[in-house]
Each structure stands twice: as C-alpha cells, then as structure tokens.
C-alpha cells in the first residue's frame, strides 16, 4: 500500500470519517517543503482543519460536507479544482477523493493543473483583448457594454467613437510598423484621460471606444472634447514629429433605457463619427435620430442604384469646353444624371457619394468610362473630334486599379488615350498625394491626361500641387464667380492660380462661366478653356450634336460682324 502511494506523482493522502490524516505518500511530503511546513499538515493532523486554516469560505465548507458525505457512502466521488495561494505565487489543483470500501476511509490526491489552468486563462484573455494594445477587442466591449446597459437603476451610459483622421496615410507612407506603435501611444493617451469605472477598447483598424458610465449627453460632449484635446500633443512617429486630429461620434443610452443594446450604442455612435468627418474631421459629433433616417435613405438609395448601373437607369450628359485662344469647342466634360424611374432626373451630388461609400463607384465608373469613351470614338468616326473629360472619384483611385481600368475602356472602344482626359478633384489628390502621383504619372505615360478639378475650393498645399504631373488645372465655380468685378479679389486670385499652373507647366480651365462678363475676364486672365452655363449647359449626346454646328454658325456670325 506504501509503495503505491509513494509512486503517484500527486499529492495524495488517506482520511477517515472526521478528517483524520492517517498516511500521506511521498509527494504530499515533497509538498509540505515546497508550501512550508505550517500550510500542510501530516499523519495524525486534521485534513478539514488545515483545509478551514487555507481558506475559511463556502467552497471550503461545501468540500468539508462533501468528502463526510462521501465517507458515509452519500456519494460515489468528489472533485474540484482550487486555487492555493503560497509564499511562491498560486498553485492551482484538482482534487480528487475516492471512498474506500471499509471503515469509510477516503483517498484523496491533488493534481497540480496550474500550467493548464495558466494555459486556459491566458486562452481566454487573448480573445477578448486586443493582441496590440492589450485594450479589450471588439467582443469584450460589446459584452462590457452589455453588461453596463442591463445593470439595475443604471444612470445613462454613453460610447464615445474615435477614428483617426488620415491614419491610412501614416500606414502607407510611414510603413505599418510606425503605423501600431501610433495605435499604441494613442490607447495610452486613451487610458490616461479615461476614468477608472470607464473602459477604453479597440474595435479594429484606427478605431477605438470608450465605454463611460454614468455620463448623460452633456457630460459625454465634455468628455469626447477631452479625448479629442489628447491629440494637441504631438506624436512621435519612428522619429517624426507629427500632428494628427480624431473625429468622435457620441451616442447616449439614457436613464431607464431598457431596451438599448451595445451593438445599437456602438452602431449610433459610428455613424455620429462618420458625421463628424464628413464635417470635415477634428470634430465631436453626438447621434441624432435624423442622422439614423439619413443612414437608412443612403442605403435605400445604395440598393437602388446598384440595380439602376445594371439596367441601365444612367445616362450621360456632356458640357462643352471652350478653348478660348481659337473660341472654338475643344471638348466636353461628362457628367453622369440617374433617370429615377418615380423621383425623375437625379443630380450626381445625390448619389456619388452614396456610390462612393457603399463600394458602387467603381462599376459607375466603368460604365461612364465605357460609354463616354465609346460615343467619343463614334463622334471621331463622324469627323467630330472631341477631347472628353471623366470624373473620377477619390476612392476609385485608392482602389489602385484605374490606370487598368482606363486602359481596357479605352481599347474596347477604339479610342486614342489623348482623346480622354481624367478629372480628380483637388481634396482626392490631396488626401494620398504619393498615390496620386503615382497613378498621374502612370497615366500621363499611357497617353491619357489629367486634370485638378475644383481647383481653390479645397485646402491642399501648393507644395503638393507643383508635384503633382496633371496638364489642366480646372479653377473652381466660387472663384470664377466672383469675376465680373475687375478690381476684385477673384480677380487677383485667378491671375495668380493661372501662373501657378503655367509655372508647373499646366493650362487653365475657368469653371462655371455664367456671364460674358466671367467669359472676357478668364481670357484676359490668361485661362486657356473655360466651361459654364453662360457656353452652354450640360446636355444628352444627340442634343450636343445638333448644338455644335449651331454654335460654329453663331461664331461665324459674330466673327463676320467683328
Ligand atoms: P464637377 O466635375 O465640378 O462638374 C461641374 C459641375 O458644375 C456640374 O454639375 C455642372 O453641371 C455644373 N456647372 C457647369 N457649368 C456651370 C455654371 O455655369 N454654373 C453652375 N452653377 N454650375 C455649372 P453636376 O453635373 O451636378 O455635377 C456635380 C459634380 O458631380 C461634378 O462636379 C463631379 O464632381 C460629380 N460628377 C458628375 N459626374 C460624375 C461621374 O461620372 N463620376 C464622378 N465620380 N463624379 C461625377
Ligand atoms: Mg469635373
Ligand atoms: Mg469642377
């Protein structure tokens, strides 16, 4: 029996009906010296006692019942694992107690399970937490806000969303290692302005949220102010000093709120933070339920639209362009409209954005490029040659295939790349200057040429501008506008863009023209084409093919006179 005992590598020890030790084996020994002598207690000492002396609490007691109950043959077995806390750190077992047949005595060994236990926990941390900045993941703040949100006589409970702003740009330009150690001062700064009953987690990517208990709307737009001021200190980026700016959506579950969940807070929240960078970033944007009714009338119109790209609800309308040397029509700018079937002609303010946040621009795309390009290489067939130019949209370019993209258009309808010209606004190219100018280039070198739309409305710099390969520069409608007055600012302004341009070795394009007034100004300006209602307003292909000879005649006509 001795020998036996000595041989299980567990702790095990033999009991009686009142918890009298009566033989321990070797390993119990082994045990005692690890532990130290007053925690184990040896043959003729009481197993319960030292069991009460470890801990005094109900697991201990339930145990103590248990193992009387099995000596009296109540019951087959007893097990459980439980924590030993010693002088070297914590042990955790698994106790197992056998009853022999006679006189009641029970056998109980101790399984040391701490490395699984360990193994478990750690299992266990890892997928709630997030791997990079150790802050709770997505799953365990849904369950932290859960939790929050179901607690009686809760007060209000508000999420706060944060988004980096151009955090793609720091990844792309700075490398991704730069990119998570960004991620990483940010979480500290996080922590450190966060209350210790609140939590800050990350959902994924740059965005993080912050869990805030007892913080109604008012107390909430304080707090996202606070969180939105972490960002006045400069960060070091892989030693760069930069300066970033956050935008931060609020949404509040008020007081007796009984049937908010978290993926509602949380899904209020984006979208209030989505507002708050359409805004124009930096900015705090609380939720609002019309901000709920515009998400959903977006997404309608997103079915809507991928249904109307394929049955072919989309139609092109062309301007023409003047080029103001010769007067004569250089070209057009395509302008795509949506024939609603019930709400009638769409204007693309209504839904370009719509198609470019729910992944609908690049198939618009492709099928403005394939149509315009084809009904230019009609009219070329016709003896009408038009350069014409496509707008593109900033996401398209991120995608990275457009330069592919205008290839296979270009080559499905026969037509010569510098008959097509790529129009990109001023904000797109400033939001990736390097991908921009990548892709320019690129498609520059295939023949195709580019131009700045909307040039003097947006903020980019003029250092990025004079990198950047486009040939037009297209000055936008609010400049424009301003020129009938001579002496006025739009004036000055105008002179200024034109030689900009022509010092980067581009050409000019007056937007917007309305009056003969604006017309006779961008020429003496020295703009090479101009574009605007006061020319001619966008219109359907068979219209414009009835308005070009109108328009050389009425030239002509105007020429002879002179
Ligand atoms: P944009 O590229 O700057 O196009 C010029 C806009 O100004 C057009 O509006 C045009 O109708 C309007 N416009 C032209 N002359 C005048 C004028 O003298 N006075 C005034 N007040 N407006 C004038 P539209 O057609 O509503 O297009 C608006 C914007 O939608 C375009 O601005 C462009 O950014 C975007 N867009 C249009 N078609 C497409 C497309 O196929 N793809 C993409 N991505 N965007 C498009
Ligand atoms: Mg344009
Ligand atoms: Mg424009």
């Known amino acids: ?3 036996v005992l000595d041989a ?30 007053d925690l184990l207690v040896g043959v003729g000492g009481s197993y319960f006692a030292m069991a009460l002396h470890m801990q005094d609490d109900g697991t201990n007691r339930a145990l103590i019942a248990s193992l009387g109950e099995l000596s009296r043959g109540e019951r087959t077995s007893v097990s459980s694992d439980y924590a030993l806390p010693h002088a070297g750190g914590v042990t955790w077992f698994h106790l197992q107690a056998t009853r022999l047949r006679e006189a009641g005595h029970v056998v109980v060994t101790h399984t040391d399970v701490t490395s699984r236990v360990r ?31 179901r607690r009686p006589g809760r007060p209000a409970v508000t999420v706060l969303f944060l988004d980096v702003d151009g955090f793609k740009e720091v990844n792309d330009s700075l490398g991704h290692e730069v990119g998570d150690d960004l991620l990483r001062q940010l979480a500290a700064r996080l922590i450190e302005r966060t209350r210790a009953e609140d939590a800050v987690g990350r959902l994924g990517g740059d965005e993080f949220v912050v869990l805030c208990t007892d913080c109604d709307v008012d107390g909430a737009e304080a707090l996202a102010e606070r969180f939105r001021t972490s960002f006045d200190r400069p960060f070091d980026l892989g030693g760069r000093v930069a300066r970033l700016t956050a935008s931060i ?12 969940r978290s993926t509602d807070l949380v899904r209020d929240a984006d979208l209030a933070m989505y507002a708050a960078k359409a805004a124009g970033r930096n900015g705090v944007r609380t939720f609002s339920s019309e901000l709920r009714s515009a998400a959903q009338y977006r997404l309608l119109v997103a079915a809507e639209l991928e249904e109307a790209i ?10 023409p362009v003047l080029h103001l040397p010769t007067g004569q029509v250089s070209g057009v700018e395509v302008l795509v409209r949506w024939e609603h079937p019930e709400r009638g002609l769409v204007p693309p303010m209504e839904f370009i954005p719509v198609a470019e946040q729910h992944g609908l621009i690049v198939p618009l795309t492709h099928w403005v490029l394939r ?14 040659t038009l350069i014409t130019g496509v707008n593109i949209s900033a996401s398209h370019f991120a995608t990275g295939t457009l330069v592919d993209d205008v290839a296979a258009a270009l080559a499905a309808a026969g037509l010569p790349p510098e008959q097509l010209i790529l129009e990109l606004t001023e904000t797109s190219v400033a939001e990736d200057p390097r991908g921009a100018a990548a892709q320019f280039a690129a498609l520059r070198v295939s023949g195709v040429e580019v131009s700045i739309d909307d040039f003097g409305c947006g903020y980019s710099s003029l250092s990025q501008l004079v990198s950047m390969p486009a040939g037009v520069l297209k000055i936008d409608r609010s400049l424009v506008n301003g020129l009938d007055d001579a002496s006025g600012q739009s004036a000055a302004a105008i002179a200024a863009v034109v030689s900009l341009g022509q010092a980067c ?53 105007v020429a002879g006179r002179a």
Do not use: K
């Not at 394929?310 to 301007?319: A, I, K, N, P, S």
């Open 310 to 319: 394929e049955t072919g609800q989309l139609v092109l309308h062309y301007q």
């Open 8 to 37: 299980l590598p567990s702790p095990t020890t033999l009991i009686d009906a009142d918890g009298t030790i009566l033989l321990t084996n070797s390993a119990w020994d082994d045990m005692a010296d690890l532990l130290g002598s």
């Open 371 to 384: 149509t315009a390009t084809r009904q230019t290489a009609e009219w070329a067939r016709a003896g009408l």
């Open 505 to 557: 070795g581009m050409r000019s394009l007056a937007e917007g023209v309305e009056t003969a007034g604006q017309l006779r100004m961008a020429a003496e300006l020295g703009c090479t084409f101009a574009q605007g209602y006061y020319i001619a307003r966008p219109m359907p292909a068979d219209q414009l093919e009835r308005w070009m000879p109108e328009h050389a005649r009425q030239r002509a006509v």
């Open 1 to 3: 029996m001795r020998a």
């Open 119 to 149: 193994a478990e926990r750690a299992s266990t941390w890892r997928s709630r937490h997030d791997p990079l900045t150790e802050l709770p993941n997505r799953a365990r703040l849904h369950e932290l806000i859960d939790t929050e949100l």
């Open 249 to 260: 959506g609020v949404a509040t579950a008020r007081e007796g709120d009984s049937d908010v």
